[in-house]
């Protein structure tokens, strides 16, 4: 039998009718394969990695200590507490007799005494002595000096612990909480009193809190890297040799020298969400971890087994100062100094206890999904098509010989005539986000925007066109102020770092500066008056999802910028769309853009995990990183449906070789006659499997085989993803190479 006839055979949709089961077999057409479009009709070989998911083991995870010989009984909610007066350490047992405990257990042999006790503090200070010039830390937990000094007081559900460290004399209030399923961990700071020469730099909370000796316990950490990653405990390995250390959301930009902020990168994905977790046996036992308070300073730790005298462990630390270098004249000397004023936070961790078939990855990212349920917006139009998200380039400038140059790349008619090319194929339900709709063009613009380009069309074609679409976006950025343009003042208008610099991104024809706070209020609300009356859906705004920064220069702070993005966010009616958007803006989206779909692959990451897609998608759209740069388009388009995420593209009339030597360069194939083709190719693909969950909650993902993925929605569809180069049998059914399945039966109530 050919390859194309046994791909024919394997195309079949049953038409989906309440309470029948459907199946999509393939999903590719007869006709795709002889057009021959790159790198999706190609069945390329699948290679095992950290990338895809992995069966874990389902070895009983047996209790790794028993209950403290000496402690404090207390009667909580959430049970019977046992309390280490001396380190604050707890202990409570969970429904299936699995003793969690925030310490490792005080009798294991061959560890030095100077180790245990760090592990048994319930908190690990780092401080600053002021009075040195070098900024040298000093650690302490709660047994590193004899004149520390804890009082503990027993509260409804709990305690309260007031803790003065004997050598930096610093106290701390600590209030621990046992309600139901969950513990409840709190350090005001209004109960942070610094009163001699030592300064914070950082607090470490219950930092050994589910740590694993070695490979004792089967199970793994979950880490929020990128799109979701776990690390499965295992033996010391000697070869690894740092921890996993990372700031959430992103690296805290403001206390740096870099002049040229697009070099100031972090290594791998980012962290979108203050959460983690560890399982104790897959589907037995859990714990889920959410900071509800002090995220904007927080980091996620994992220390590996070869640098914790071989235990495992994930906990978070919150950072209040920083030393940075401050430039003393024009060529490059500079001082070391320490920040004064510490970030200000209260600190707040939610830890909830999971067993049975929760105590998964799957159950914290529904454990996190229920936390956001009020205050996420959900979808509600339904429709009988996903949606495909087209990114269109009207007008870019760039610098000529003697006059800038104007690039028309698309007029308001010829990407309407790309719609109606689209719709003539079968694809109406589009989301198009126009970018460079006034004269300065894509790069120029930001942050002034007044009018569209009258190079593009007026008005009318401009409705003419929003008719076509489901949704039509203008493309701004408030964040960001080009030098080419107007809208702000270079002297007053500017935020600045710790040091006095200014933030800096260049580019090839321009720079970029942060608008201080105030400014990007008063950009934004002016450039919504002033573009409100156009007929669009509403606004696609570049950096404000995921760009958090210090405006020192005016005393106001990360937690200031937070509250204003959700304040201007919510003046609006219109639509808003975000790209590469923190946790804290998930609130106030209808689509998510640039949505994650890897985690960072580190040697030291075993799995990626849609934790992100199980939190979000059936609330919110997700839309991929655009398909035109797909290099294996099969295995990206698989990940879409895998992870219910919808497929975008950049299109537009001109060719993209008119982007050369423009802020725009990297874009190489963009012109719609080139890429139609793929665009409606591709959507299809994708459309013929998560249309049948629009609006739909992915309930659970389990690993059916190595390689394949079956993925279970709230409305009874079963979506049987198979990355391998190989048929795969699902029950009765075969999945084709590089393809899925559909199948379940639809609840209709």
């Known amino acids: 039998m050919s390859k194309a006839l046994f791909f024919k055979r394997m195309i079949m949709i049953v038409i989906l009718i309440s309470s029948i089961s459907i199946g999509v077999y393939g999903a590719i057409e007869q006709s795709l394969l002889e057009t021959g479009i790159p790198s999706f009709d190609v069945i390329s070989p699948y290679v095992d990695s950290n990338k895809y998911t992995h069966e874990k083991s389902d070895q009983v995870a047996l209790n790794q200590q028993q209950i403290f010989d000496e402690y404090l009984e207390i009667d909580t909610d959430a049970g019977t507490v046992y309390l280490d007066e001396a380190s604050l350490a707890f202990q409570i047992v ?69 803790i003065t460290f004997g050598k930096s004399d610093i106290t701390i209030g600590l209030t621990v909480l046992f309600m139901g399923n969950q513990i409840k961990v709190s350090i005001p700071e209004d109960e942070i009193v610094e009163s001699g020469d030592f300064k914070i730099s950082s607090i470490k909370v219950y930092p050994y809190f589910g740590a694993v000796l070695e490979d004792d316990v089967p199970g793994y950490v979950f880490l929020p890297d990128g799109v979701g990653a776990l690390v499965d405990y295992k033996p010391t390995n000697p070869l690894i040799g740092t921890n996993y250390q990372k700031e959430i959301y992103d690296r805290n930009i403001g206390y740096n020298l870099t002049e040229n902020m697009n070099e100031f990168i972090s290594g791998g994905t980012k962290i979108y969400a203050p959460v983690f977790g560890f399982v104790h046996g897959v589907d037995q036992n859990a714990v889920f971890a959410n900071i509800t308070s002090g995220s904007e300073y927080g980091v996620i730790n994992l220390y590996f087994p070869s640098r914790t005298r071989g235990f495992t462990t994930v906990f978070s630390e919150f950072v209040f100062r920083k030393p940075y270098s401050q430039p003393i004249d024009k060529i490059g000397n500079t001082i070391s100094l320490l920040q004064q ?97 006034t004269s300065n063009g894509v790069t120029w613009s930001a942050p002034k925007y007044e009018r569209i380009s009258s190079r593009l069309g007026n008005t009318k074609d401009l409705e003419a066109l929003s008719l076509l679409l489901t949704d039509l976006y203008f493309v701004t950025e408030y964040n960001k102020a080009s030098n080419q343009s107007g809208g702000y003042n270079q002297y007053f208008d500017l935020a600045k770092k710790i040091n006095d610099q200014l933030y800096q991104y260049y580019s090839g024809t321009d720079i970029k500066f942060l608008l201080e706070y105030q400014q990007v209020e008063d950009v934004m609300e002016e450039s919504m008056d002033r573009l409100g009356d156009y007929p669009i859906s509403g606004f696609a705004i570049e950096s404000m999802g995921n760009l958090l920064y210090d405006d020192f220069s005016n005393q106001r702070y990360l937690p200031d910028l937070i509250q204003i993005y959700h304040e201007m966010l919510s003046s609006t009616e219109l639509n808003i769309a975000l790209y590469d958007v923190n946790a804290y803006l998930w609130d106030s989206i209808d689509n998510f853009y640039d949505f994650p779909m890897y985690s960072s692959q580190y040697v030291t990451l075993d799995d990626t995990v849609p934790f992100m897609s199980i939190v979000l998608s059936g609330n919110i759209s997700l839309f991929g990183p655009n398909a035109n740069f797909y290099p294996y388009a099969r295995d990206e388009l698989l990940r879409l449906v895998d992870f219910n995420v919808y497929p975008s593209f950049v299109v537009t009339h001109e060719s993209s070789k008119k982007l050369q030597d423009t802020g725009l360069e990297s874009i190489y194939s963009s012109r719609y006659e080139d890429i139609k083709l793929s665009v409606s190719s591709y959507y299809e693909f994708v459309n013929d499997a998560l249309k049948y969950v629009i609006g739909s909650t992915i309930e659970n993902r389990e690993v059916y085989l190595n390689g394949v993925m079956e993925i279970t929605y709230a409305n009874g569809v079963i979506i049987v993803v198979n990355y391998t180069n190989q048929i795969v049998m699902y029950e009765t059914e075969a999945i084709a190479p590089k393809s899925y399945l559909v199948t379940g039966s639809v609840d209709q109530g």
Not at 347 to 372: F, P
């Open 94 to 162: 969970n429904d299936n007799g699995y003793i969690w405990s925030s310490t490792i257990d005080y009798d294991v042999e061959g560890y030095p005494n100077t180790f245990k006790q760090r592990a048994r503090s319930a908190i690990i200070l780092e401080s600053y002595n002021n009075n040195t010039t070098s900024f040298a830390i000093t650690e302490e937990n709660l047994f590193t000096d004899a004149r520390n000094v804890i009082d503990v007081d027993l509260i409804t559900n709990g305690f309260h612990a007031t």
């Open 341 to 437: 004023f510490g970030n200000s936070m209260d600190i707040e961790i939610e830890y909830t206890l999971l067993d049975g078939s929760d105590a998964n990855y799957v159950g914290m990212a529904k454990t996190y999904r229920s936390y956001l349920e009020d205050s996420l917006q959900s979808d509600t139009e339904l429709q009988n098509d996903i949606p495909l998200k087209l990114d269109v380039i009207g007008i870019e400038k760039t610098k000529g010989l003697l006059f800038d140059k104007t690039i028309v790349m698309t007029t308001f008619n010829q990407f309407k005539d790309i719609v109606s090319d689209l719709e003539s194929k079968g694809i109406s339900n589009i989301i198009a986000n126009y970018q460079g709709f």
